[in-house]
């Protein structure tokens, strides 16, 4: 049975090729117009944003959306990297691969199970989780706070990570994503006896590397940028992060100006690693076409 | 409907956890509640560190508050650490809670109250030796339920900024900078042209509210009570209502800035009305704009300003309040403030240096002037919302009767605790 | 460990467990594994999630002001008062309350249908064969990445009175309004055009019947229009991991009975999608929700109340008035509504599923 589905799959796969080719509901022409147009208005800010962080504060202030600066310039850059900014990335990358790598773990095991292991009180857990996302975060950021330091991990590393290994946004992709995949393949490793951990990992995470680079590019996004967590976990210099320093760089009253060249330069530094991430990573997605029963 | 009662399931396991969560901290982590900050006089343990938190404006002024500290640790033999803000509300917030709050921060004159109002603030200013060389309205308006809760550590007033090259080509001169509503009103016109308007505002109580003082009237009246509602403020809102129907003042949002700072820099308006801070923002964002301050013009009933005012804050829950009241006195100490004003551009809290200050800063001195015939925002806890209501009122100032508008203001203003 | 499983796993008999996938289960092998794959979430979200979110809630019956623990004892217990001073009593505080959920609802309502078909859209795009589908994936994924405060920065300008929007609006011979400025709601703006004015009234928590219908400020349209924007990239990927699961499923239906494109889509691909539309428009009607971001870097609430969110109101009646109470009421009373919105739409989008997975198995 499992020997026919691969056969099924890899004919499915050849066909489409093909069909794709003679059937476009748009001609060639107008798709890539249509995907010009788009993209050009998804990199717009970026480009903005770029383009200002080599200006002088005057000329950002005056005139933001012009896309050559009057005076090129890198103070922006010149002033971040005088600060602590190779501190800040050191702590935010220790952050980001210990969550990155935590979530990607525990929410894809906890997402297999809330669709795939009936167990009492699956339903109760599933309800718990949506329920929670559901709080509005900003109410619990003091309480937050209290129970960190209760636990004696406030200025600490585990404060800062721990809290974030596990996002219940995560386990709700994961659930879901489960839920629209057949179980076929897998039915087919329970006959063999395989058990729910080796069946879990050689079966299941294999074919669904497409979810699980989405969940890794979400939470790489997720803790690279996170800032609030950062504030309520830490005060010591010695733990700012990439946000946090910026953060505060970036901090000042009116009479301060408006710092625009900083506040973008720090932004363009801190998309530019997701994005490339981004890059590397959406090739493999779409390999994953067959799953573990191609190659 | 399973969800929500399966959830209600587990919210109710998990406040059983809080609550022995609750029952073990009572003996640790949390604290007990701060000793109760009207009692007796400041007294601790003189050795234990300090820490400072500030909000800054920019590295000028972290280095030079880090530096005076610096100097005072030295001195005093006491070790203190100046911390920078990432969001100063919400750091202090957080260590009000969690019972480790810094001894020394930043507070505004309308947050006050607040902090004053559940305990988090030492009243300790009475304490200070300098405390008489202050202005007495900024320390009347650190003053909560009669206590005086913060040292005064600069302030800034609202006055009429003027751009220069504008005022020329309008064939107007020095002699021409407006004394009264009239004159402002002629100005106005004057400057007003295709490309840019006379006068330029942020559409708020913030900076409309001069015309309110010029008038004489305020939010509240001599005795604290609420007066909102009062003729006075009816002629202040109805002379700014008149320049915005004649085209001669128009708020900055309507030019699509995002105060009046921005109008002005991007020379969309001739004239705004701003606190000292604009000077900062010219230089580093409009430094080709030439511009002139001078005092606004007086109302029917003299003069009037806005005073926004900055100080340090001590927490109640500070383990070295004695070191904490001595780095405050040296902090506010002419010479130090002197050093403050000329890094970073505040205007001192203390009269004595004024006529320095003058004559450093030339070109604001009618800030400083604004001083005697100032406001500031009441403190009462609760105020930031009724403001908040009366801006968005203002918003439709041009097509509302402002009698309505103070009504509602005073309805808002008497369910206040202390003020009706 | 391992033992256990074995023991838990001999009370069922092998072909009994293959043959039904959800009887046995729950008492053997799988409801152990269950409970232990979700257990380190559990103690994750337990302990930093629902830990505070009961601290909340008990705040949120409480005097509680900010100083010392919410657990001292000079906190006392006030039952419903704070949730009474938002629904029942008039004043500021209810109409503000009002106004926010008022404002938030427009959002919701107008971002989530469109994000949801955009980010679609966008995935079925870029899910086909072409050159350059890594660099347009990128493209449309890069708002999902460039900072909240940089985005914010460039729509506050391009939406200014004087910026590029109203520019091109000119150039077609129109005048956009001032995005920032203008108070009254798109809805009222368009009855006014036609004539018709706001009628005096009864109303909810502080508002008239017409506040209510009054529509979005053009501010908070702007909003709207970045939120789509920012979060189509993010839901994009979510539709693409699935789009690429269930790739070799739609061609074997497509090539069974000869569809065309459009009718595969909508017949085929679509019902396919169903677990991860849910997965979008739940998590949509969530973040919608709780709008807060750009309001406390664009906006503050402003122009005249047009923007603030319960969200936003929530923060600053706890960390600007110290009314913590309050302000973790708020956050209750938004709970209940999203819980009831996510409750609703699994109905809605359960009710029309012809249980085509089951099928498989």
């Known amino acids: 049975m499992a020997e026919a589905a691969v056969q099924t799959r890899v004919a499915g796969a050849r066909v489409r090729s093909r069909m794709r080719r003679r059937r476009s509901p748009l001609g060639v022409t107008g798709r890539?117009?249509?995907?010009?147009?788009?993209?050009?208005?998804?990199?717009?800010?970026?480009?903005?944003?770029?383009?200002?962080?080599?200006?002088?504060?005057?000329?950002?202030?005056?005139?933001?959306?012009?896309?050559?600066?009057?005076?090129?310039?890198?103070?922006?850059?010149?002033?971040?990297?005088?600060?602590?900014?190779?501190?800040?990335?050191?702590?935010?990358?220790?952050?980001?691969?210990?969550?990155?790598?935590?979530?990607?773990?525990?929410?894809?095991?906890?997402?297999?199970?809330?669709?795939?292991?009936?167990?009492?009180?699956?339903?109760?857990?599933?309800?718990?989780?949506?329920?929670?996302?559901?709080?509005?975060?900003?109410?619990?950021?003091?309480?937050?706070?209290?129970?960190?330091?209760?636990?004696?991990?406030?200025?600490?590393?585990?404060?800062?990570?721990?809290?974030?290994?596990?996002?219940?946004?995560?386990?709700?992709?994961?659930?879901?994503?489960?839920?629209?995949?057949?179980?076929?393949?897998?039915?087919?490793?329970?006959?063999?006896?395989?058990?729910?951990?080796?069946?879990?990992?050689?079966?299941?995470?294999?074919?669904?590397?497409?979810?699980?680079?989405?969940?890794?590019?979400?939470?790489?996004?997720?803790?690279?940028?996170?800032l609030p967590q950062m504030i309520v976990s830490t005060q010591s210099p010695r733990l700012f992060t990439l946000t946090k320093g910026t953060a505060q760089l970036a901090s000042g009253a009116l009479s301060a100006g408006s710092q625009f060249p900083i506040k973008l330069a720090a932004a363009t530094l801190m998309t530019i690693p997701v994005a490339v991430l981004f890059f590397v990573f959406q090739r493999r997605m779409m390999n994953t076409t067959g799953g573990a029963t191609k190659e | 409907m399973k969800i929500t009662r399966r959830a209600l399931l587990a919210a109710g396991a998990v406040l059983t956890a809080t609550a022995t969560l609750a029952a073990c901290s009572s003996g640790g982590g949390f604290g007990s509640p701060a000793a109760s900050a009207s009692s007796s006089a400041v007294s601790s343990d003189n050795h234990q560190p300090l820490t400072i938190l500030i909000g800054t404006s920019g590295d000028a002024e972290t280095n030079a508050v880090k530096d005076s500290v610096a100097a005072w640790s030295k001195q005093s033999g006491t070790q203190a650490t100046v911390n920078v803000a990432s969001d100063l509300g919400q750091q202090l917030s957080q260590g009000f809670a969690g019972g480790n709050p810094p001894?020394?921060?930043?507070?505004?004159?309308?947050?006050?109250?607040?902090?004053?109002?559940?305990?988090?603030?030492?009243?300790?200013?009475?304490?200070?030796?300098?405390?008489?060389?202050?202005?007495?309205?900024?320390?009347?308006?650190?003053?909560?339920?009669?206590?005086?809760?913060?040292?005064?550590?600069?302030?800034?007033?609202?006055?009429?900024?003027?751009?220069?090259?504008?005022?020329?080509?309008?064939?107007?001169?020095?002699?021409?900078?407006?004394?009264?509503?009239?004159?402002?009103?002629?100005?106005?016109?004057?400057?007003?042209?295709?490309?840019?308007?006379?006068?330029?505002?942020?559409?708020?109580?913030?900076?409309?509210?001069?015309?309110?003082?010029?008038?004489?009237?305020?939010?509240?009246?001599?005795?604290?009570?609420?007066?909102?509602?009062?003729?006075?403020?009816?002629?202040?809102?109805?002379?700014?209502?008149?320049?915005?129907?004649?085209?001669?003042?128009?708020?900055?949002?309507?030019?699509?800035?995002?105060?009046?700072?921005?109008?002005?820099?991007?020379?969309?308006?001739?004239?705004?009305?701003?606190?000292?801070?604009?000077?900062?923002?010219?230089?580093?964002?409009?430094?080709?704009?030439?511009?002139?301050?001078?005092?606004?013009?007086?109302?029917?009933?003299?003069?009037?300003?806005?005073?926004?005012?900055?100080?340090?804050?001590?927490?109640?829950?500070?383990?070295?309040?004695?070191?904490?009241l001595d780095l405050v006195t040296y902090l506010t100490q002419p010479d130090q403030q002197l050093g403050f004003a000329k890094a970073f551009g505040v205007m001192p809290s203390v009269q004595s240096i004024a006529d320095q200050w003058k004559q450093q800063f030339p070109e604001q001195t009618a800030f400083l002037d604004g001083a005697a015939s100032s406001k500031s925002i009441p403190s009462v806890a609760g105020i930031s919302d009724v403001i908040k209501n009366f801006d968005s009122q203002l918003d439709g100032l041009s097509s509302t009767d402002p009698k309505q508008i103070l009504d509602k203001v005073q309805t808002n203003l008497q369910a206040l605790p202390g003020l009706s | 460990m391992e033992t256990v499983m074995a023991r838990a796993a001999g009370t069922t008999s092998a072909p009994a467990r293959s043959a039904t996938r959800r009887g046995p289960g729950i008492r053997g092998r799988d409801g152990v594994a269950g409970w232990l794959f979700t257990a380190p979430v559990l103690v994750i979200l337990g302990l930093f999630l629902v830990l505070p979110i009961a601290m909340a809630a008990w705040v949120s019956v409480s005097s509680w002001s900010g100083l010392g623990s919410p657990f001292s004892s000079t906190v006392k217990f006030v039952g419903g008062a704070n949730y009474a001073a938002l629904l029942a009593k008039p004043g500021l505080a209810q109409s503000d309350f009002g106004t926010s959920l008022r404002n938030n609802a427009w959002y919701v309502l107008l971002v989530v249908p469109v994000q949801t078909a955009v980010s679609l859209l966008l995935a079925v795009l870029v899910n086909r064969r072409i050159a350059g589908q890594g660099a347009f994936r990128t493209a449309y994924y890069f708002p999902s990445v460039t900072s909240s405060v940089a985005i914010t920065v460039i729509f506050l300008f391009l939406f200014s009175a004087s910026g590029t929007v109203n520019a091109v609006i000119g150039w077609l011979g129109g005048t956009g309004p001032g995005w920032f400025t203008e108070t009254r709601g798109v809805v009222q703006l368009l009855l006014q055009a036609v004539g018709v004015h706001a009628p005096a009234g009864n109303g909810f928590l502080g508002l008239t019947w017409f506040d209510w219908v009054a529509g979005p400020s053009p501010a908070m349209l702007v909003f709207i229009v970045m939120a789509i924007f920012t979060t189509s990239g993010t839901f994009m990927l979510i539709y693409l991991a699935a789009l690429q699961q269930i790739a070799e499923e739609i061609d074997e239906a497509a090539v069974m009975d000869g569809a065309g494109p459009w009718k595969r889509f909508w017949y085929v691909t679509l019902p396919m999608l169903r677990p991860t539309t849910f997965t979008v428009v739940t998590l949509g009607l969530i973040g919608t929700w709780q709008l807060f971001d750009q309001i406390y870097v664009g906006s503050k609430g402003g122009p005249a109340n047009t923007t603030l969110t319960p969200a936003y109101l929530s923060y600053s009646q706890s960390f600007i008035n110290n009314a913590w109470g309050r302000g973790a009421a708020i956050a209750f009373i938004l709970f209940a509504i999203i819980v009831l919105f996510t409750v609703l739409q699994r109905l809605a989008l359960r009710e029309r599923t012809p249980r085509r997975r089951r099928s498989h198995g």
């Open chain 1, 32 to 226: 890539y117009a249509l995907l010009v147009g788009i993209a050009l208005v998804y990199v717009f800010p970026f480009v903005v944003s770029l383009a200002n962080s080599f200006k002088t504060d005057q000329d950002a202030a005056n005139n933001p959306v012009s896309l050559v600066p009057k005076t090129f310039t890198t103070a922006a850059y010149q002033r971040l990297f005088q600060s602590d900014l190779p501190l800040w990335l050191t702590n935010t990358v220790i952050v980001t691969v210990l969550v990155t790598a935590g979530r990607v773990l525990f929410d894809s095991m906890a997402g297999y199970a809330l669709s795939r292991l009936p167990f009492r009180g699956r339903n109760a857990v599933f309800a718990g989780l949506v329920a929670v996302m559901a709080v509005p975060g900003v109410v619990l950021l003091i309480p937050k706070f209290l129970v960190i330091k209760q636990l004696g991990i406030y200025d600490t590393y585990p404060g800062m990570i721990l809290p974030m290994l596990a996002d219940a946004a995560g386990v709700f992709i994961m659930r879901n994503f489960f839920e629209s995949v057949s179980p076929s393949v897998e039915e087919a490793a329970r006959i063999d006896g395989a058990g729910v951990f080796r069946r879990f990992w050689s079966v299941v995470l294999p074919m669904s590397r497409s979810a699980l680079i989405t969940l890794f590019i979400l939470s790489f996004q997720a803790s690279w940028n996170e």
């Open chain 2, 103 to 324: 001894d020394l921060f930043y507070v505004t004159n309308d947050s006050v109250a607040t902090y004053a109002s559940n305990g988090s603030l030492e009243p300790y200013v009475t304490q200070l030796k300098n405390k008489d060389s202050f202005y007495p309205s900024l320390v009347k308006a650190f003053t909560v339920n009669g206590k005086e809760y913060a040292a005064p550590k600069d302030f800034s007033t609202l006055a009429l900024v003027i751009n220069t090259d504008m005022w020329t080509a309008a064939g107007l001169t020095d002699k021409d900078y407006p004394t009264t509503w009239d004159q402002l009103e002629q100005v106005a016109q004057k400057l007003t042209t295709p490309q840019h308007v006379g006068l330029a505002v942020s559409g708020q109580f913030e900076r409309l509210g001069v015309f309110m003082a010029e008038a004489g009237g305020w939010l509240v009246d001599d005795n604290g009570k609420a007066a909102a509602s009062s003729d006075a403020n009816v002629q202040g809102l109805t002379y700014a209502k008149k320049l915005l129907s004649e085209g001669a003042m128009k708020y900055s949002s309507q030019l699509g800035a995002g105060w009046g700072g921005e109008a002005f820099g991007t020379q969309k308006a001739a004239m705004t009305i701003e606190g000292n801070w604009i000077s900062g923002a010219m230089t580093k964002d409009y430094s080709s704009v030439k511009y002139k301050v001078v005092k606004l013009p007086a109302g029917p009933k003299g003069e009037g300003t806005i005073q926004y005012d900055g100080g340090w804050g001590m927490a109640s829950q500070s383990k070295n309040k004695g070191g904490a």
